[in-house]
């Protein structure tokens, strides 16, 4: 199981949509029984503002993108609630992914 999920998500993969992304992340969590939520997120138009790099891959939707376990620790909703209540479990994994160079695929810089 490890190594099917190993080979669908990996350091360096591409993709040249957020569609395409979208339906590789669910095939990961169905084989490895994981839920995944946006940790943090900057949006291609909101990228394309501050970067003098203008020429981002609109199929893309997110020029920066970091998903982690939903038991990782608190989520934006979490930070009301009292230091008892987080979603805790400490589950450390977490998928960061950016533009390529060219502007025209999200890669996955780093899985943890």
């Keep these: 199981r490890g190594v099917e999920a190993a080979a669908m998500l990996r350091v ?8 395409e992304l979208s339906r590789r992340l669910e095939e990961f969590q169905e084989v490895e029984q994981v839920q995944l ?31 982690s376990c939903v038991f990782g620790g608190r989520r934006p909703s979490d930070q009301t609630k009292t230091h008892n209540q987080t979603s805790a479990g400490g589950c450390p994994f977490k998928v960061r992914l950016s533009t390529s160079i060219d502007g025209q695929a999200l890669v996955v810089k780093e899985i943890c």
């Design 12 to 19: 360096g993969c591409k993709f040249y949509t957020f569609d």
């Design 37 to 67: 939520w946006v940790r943090d997120s900057r949006t291609v138009v909101a990228a394309a503002k501050r970067a003098r790099r203008k020429s981002l891959n609109p199929a893309l939707k997110y020029a920066e993108l970091t998903y």
